[in-house]
């Protein structure tokens, strides 16, 4: 038994994998049967082209060294979704989610499709899920109905906190298999560094591995990232928000 939320307050969710070598992106396009696999997901296809900036120190001083890439964007249907291919990274950005395993199934598909052979392998491989949980009709700094209240303690601390301008915090696990989970969490708030004017909070899991990563441990991974993260998210909210956001659970 699964559940998913009807309403959720994602803002953004990313997995991104970097290669351990320069992936050798074509200047005529991608080959046919796998740019033919991207447009049935991502039909809106958006090559540029990028300046990236190097700074190299040397014992003559220190050197900026640009160079020219070559970045495919693919968009979905409706621009709430975009692939990015570049010669050192790829990664999809989804602003409007659906279901993880539609995430996951196409992600694998395409890292797949652009691997090509065996010897294919990452240096870093991640899965984020940014929420913004943005509340009407309640005071500025009332959650703890919403939320577990370790993670606004923080507010309490200072005597006045109609004076707050930023509540932020950040807590990073490292687990046995090498997974990383950066947990950053508060009320960063957009309007800084003015005082918080906005009741909103942020939710923020980055999951990823460092190291050599093949294909196969990526299929693994992501599904072990996302368990963490998923974990991790449902300790931080309580029922009030889950019944919020319409939680479904799936037989």
Not at 110 to 129: P, T
Not at 165 to 191: I, K, T, W
Not at 230 to 249: A, D, G, P, V
Request: aromatic share 12%; glycine share 4%.
């Amino acid at each position: 038994m699964g559940k998913y939320y009807k309403k959720p307050f994602l803002n953004k969710v990313v997995a991104k994998v970097d290669y351990t070598a320069d992936y050798n992106l074509p200047q005529k396009g991608l080959p046919r049967k796998v740019s033919d696999e991207i447009l049935r997901l991502f039909p809106i296809p958006e090559p540029r082209e990028v300046i990236a900036k190097q700074i190299h120190i040397t014992d003559q001083g220190v050197k900026e060294i640009q160079n020219k890439q070559h970045h495919l964007f693919f968009h979905g249907k409706s621009r709430e979704k975009t692939l990015c291919i570049t010669p050192k990274f790829l990664y999809i950005e989804i602003n409007k989610y659906e279901t993880y395993e539609k995430l996951k199934d196409e992600f694998i598909l395409i890292v797949n499709n652009l691997s090509g052979k065996e010897d294919f392998s990452a240096k870093r491989f991640g899965l984020r899920y940014i929420n913004q949980i943005k509340l009407t009709g309640k005071s500025l700094f009332d959650w703890d109905e919403y939320l577990n209240p370790i993670l606004f303690s923080m507010v309490t601390l200072p005597e006045n906190k109609d004076m707050l301008s930023r509540a932020f915090s950040n807590v990073v696990q490292q687990f046995d298999d090498d997974m990383l989970l950066n947990f950053q969490y508060g009320m960063h708030n957009p309007d800084f560094p003015s005082r918080i004017k906005q009741n909103l909070f942020i939710l923020d899991y980055d999951a990823y591995f460092q190291g050599l990563i093949s294909c196969d441990e990526i299929k693994a991974n992501i599904d072990l990232a996302h368990e963490r993260i998923e974990n991790l998210f449902e300790k931080s909210i309580t029922q009030e928000l889950r019944q919020l956001m319409e939680e479904e659970k799936d037989e």
